[in-house]
């Protein structure tokens, strides 16, 4: 009963808050200008959206926190919440200078592998790193389970960051990721709790992020929500699980790293535009059916993968 009322609250609260954040979002125009090297579609609509509804997700985990403070706890919502926290700046410049572009890659790049590099060594001194149990065990040493975790925590952040460029498509995908880790990570008190408020703080984000949206997660959000995907893994001694988990935003950063690499070293394209959605979208498919496509992509391979570590 008591995590029922965990949903309901973290539901209407999601739903209520996002809804006063719009209306704020709104009042002191905080969009973001499209990028003039993007997909070119609904410019003007898209420029017109709120872009920062990812922030509703860090007060939220504000409160999660304090609902039930712990150690865990703690460790657990400081990656989301750091994670977030570089995507509103970075959502911020771009509002205040009134361009496409936030902070310098490198710049963004260099503050996620710092708390992501601090994060992944808390974890390994508290005793809880490791790649999979019971598949992987003659790997979980400090040479191989320390630098693993690290890059594909900083990859699944920077990944759910390239996949959220469709309405409800990185809000979605992050339900059915979560829906998959029940397959993947022991369920108890803590997890549970955990799973529960991130289900439904993302389900409530994405009734007003669902097309028309009538608010964008930003980089707040995406950083947020990626942040908590490879906390979710990590913290459960099971890094690997981000493979299934992150499916679709995998699949999505292999896309635009194969279309950087074919360019510099072939000089041609594989893909219309990267990453794989834009491609899609330029060939002419409409967005709702190129999200729902994903989704269903997304959830086959990640419930496959699931069972095949399980």
């Known amino acids: 009963m008591t995590k029922f009322f965990t949903a309901i609250i973290f539901f209407a609260l999601s739903l209520i808050l996002q809804y006063i954040w719009i ?20 410019v003007e609509i898209k420029e017109k959206t709120p872009s920062m509804g990812g922030v509703i997700f860090i007060i939220l985990a504000f409160l999660a926190l304090i609902k039930n403070f712990s150690v865990n706890s703690l460790i657990f919502w ?13 959502d911020w410049i771009k509002f205040t200078t009134h361009t496409s572009e936030g902070f310098k890659s490198l710049s963004k790049l260099r503050l996620q592998l710092i708390i992501c590099f601090a994060w ?11 790649l999979f149990p019971g598949i992987f065990d003659n790997f979980n040493i400090f040479i191989i389970s320390i630098p693993v975790t690290f890059l594909m925590t900083a990859g699944i952040i920077n990944s759910v960051n390239i996949t959220d460029g469709l309405d409800g498509l990185a809000g979605g995908s992050f339900l059915i990721s979560i829906s998959a880790m029940m397959l993947l990570i022991p369920i ?45 893994c990590v913290m459960n001694a099971r ?11 995998i699949i999505e ?55 095949m570590l399980r």
């Open 23 to 42: 209306k704020i979002q709104r009042k002191i125009h905080l969009t973001q200008q499209q990028k003039s090297y993007g997909v070119n579609i609904e």
């Open 78 to 90: 400081s990656l989301p919440i750091l994670s977030g926290l570089i995507g509103f700046f970075d």
């Open 120 to 130: 992944v060594l808390i974890i390994y001194f508290t005793g809880n790193l490791g």
């Open 188 to 232: 108890n008190d803590f997890n549970s709790e955990i799973l529960i408020e991130l289900f439904f703080m993302t389900a409530g984000f994405l009734f007003f992020n669902m097309r028309p949206a009538k608010t964008f997660m930003g980089d707040t959000g995406s950083h947020f929500l990626g942040g908590a995907l490879a906390a979710l």
């Open 239 to 249: 890094t690997l699980a981000i493979i299934p988990t992150g499916f679709i935003f």
């Open 253 to 307: 950063m292999l896309s635009s790293l194969i279309q950087i690499f074919t360019i510099r070293k072939l000089n041609k394209k594989i893909f219309l535009m990267a990453p794989l959605h834009h491609h899609y979208q330029l060939k002419g498919f409409d967005e709702t059916a190129v999200t729902i496509r994903f989704w269903l992509v997304h959830a086959v391979g990640a419930v496959m993968i699931a069972l």
